[in-house]
């Protein structure tokens, strides 16, 4: 029943993308969250990220163990791409990785706009993540959801084009004419 109180008051993130204001910060979601729920969901909450660790490893939650898999499996399969455009080996080679995870990887590793790259990579994870979202909009599996696409929203807004595209060309410029530019961050 805590989760119908908490999911109410929460603002709709549907519509949201990368280009409109997000209605709530994380730490305001983490606080109103605190206040209903219990111990172990708080544990899986807080322990959401769109990082998972190289080595699988349960939560919990159904829905967060196939993000962190699928998430895991687009991470490693751009490590192996590009390795393999930079002739390196790559310790994960014997790993198979489904046609839509290597189509994806291998597009995003081909843009020259690291953020053209970031916006393939956004939009391949809000989908996969809408295909996640559970039926049941007053659950616990709905708070994992809810938390995930917070995260993914925040995250692409931090990107700015203007700075990242100097700092990519002046790293690109140290990279080919030994230039001693400092990265702008």
């Not at 605190?34 to 190289?54: A, E, H, M, W």
Request: with cysteine; aromatic share 10%; net charge neutral.
């Amino acid at each position: 029943m805590a989760e119908y109180y908490l999911i109410a008051q929460l603002p709709s993130l549907d519509g949201s993308n990368e280009s409109t204001p997000i209605p709530i910060t994380e730490e305001r979601f983490l606080e109103l969250c605190n206040d209903f729920l219990g111990r172990r969901t708080l544990r899986i909450l807080k322990q959401l990220t769109l990082v998972p660790s190289r080595a699988p490893e349960k939560t919990g939650s159904l829905l967060v163990d196939t993000w962190n898999d699928v998430e895991r499996k687009l991470r490693l399969a751009l490590g192996r791409i590009r390795a393999e455009k930079m002739k390196k080996p790559f310790e994960k080679n014997d790993l198979l990785f489904s046609p839509q995870i290597l189509a994806v990887a291998s597009a995003a590793a081909k843009m020259e706009s690291p953020m053209a790259a970031e916006k393939i990579l956004f939009d391949y994870r809000l989908e996969f993540l809408e295909t996640l979202r559970p039926m049941d909009a007053f659950s616990e599996e709905y708070l994992f959801y809810y938390g995930i696409k917070l995260k993914l929203l925040l995250h692409i807004k931090q990107f700015d084009v203007k700075r990242g595209e100097t700092a990519y060309r002046n790293l690109y410029n140290t990279i080919l004419n030994g230039d001693r530019l400092e990265v702008v961050s």
